[in-house]
């Protein structure tokens, strides 16, 4: 079931590969978490700091005193969470990772700061890229395909 993943950010100056030794991943309702992602809550796969190799070490930023955060300065993306005082292990975003879909959550983080109404949306109405003509046909006209 280990295996090495890779991922990084969205204008892929920030790169990693990391060993994963499953398929658990957890979401992260904090405030601190909803604050740094401007969402309401964030996936995060759990890692090794040891078993993680930057090609470029991402930007930190200290968002509370017992913590900083890796992102990319040029686009934004939120790659880390890591403690101040090292452990063993730290926390990427699951969807910094090439693919993604490796990972089921299996836990929360912070249930009293969750936002009831986000947890559970299959019963939501869908609106799929290729079937939304005002944004599909920006994508068509500025790179001539919809995005992977």
């Known amino acids: 079931m280990s ?3 890779t991922g990084g950010c969205q204008c892929r100056r920030i790169r990693y590969s990391v060993l994963v030794e499953d398929d658990d ?3 992260c309702h904090c405030r601190m978490c909803q604050h740094a992602t ?5 996936a995060f796969k759990s890692v090794k700091i040891a078993d993680v190799t930057w090609e470029r070490q991402p930007e930190r930023y200290q968002s509370s005193p017992i913590a900083q ?6 686009c934004g993306t939120p790659l880390t969470f890591e403690f101040l ?8 975003t699951v ?12 836990s929360h983080c912070s249930p009293e700061t ?5 947890l559970d949306t299959r019963g939501l109405t869908e609106h799929r890229l290729d079937e939304n003509p005002a944004t599909r046909d920006r994508w068509i006209e500025a790179i001539g395909k919809l995005p992977d």
Do not use: N, Q
């Open 3 to 5: 295996a090495t993943m």
């Open 25 to 27: 991943a957890y979401l």
């Open 38 to 42: 401007g969402g309401v809550s964030i």
């Open 69 to 74: 955060r890796g992102f990319c300065c040029e």
């Open 85 to 92: 005082k090292p452990g063993e292990r730290m926390d990427l």
């Open 95 to 106: 969807g910094s990772f090439d693919d993604p879909y490796r990972f089921k959550p299996t």
């Open 114 to 118: 969750w936002h009831a109404d986000w």
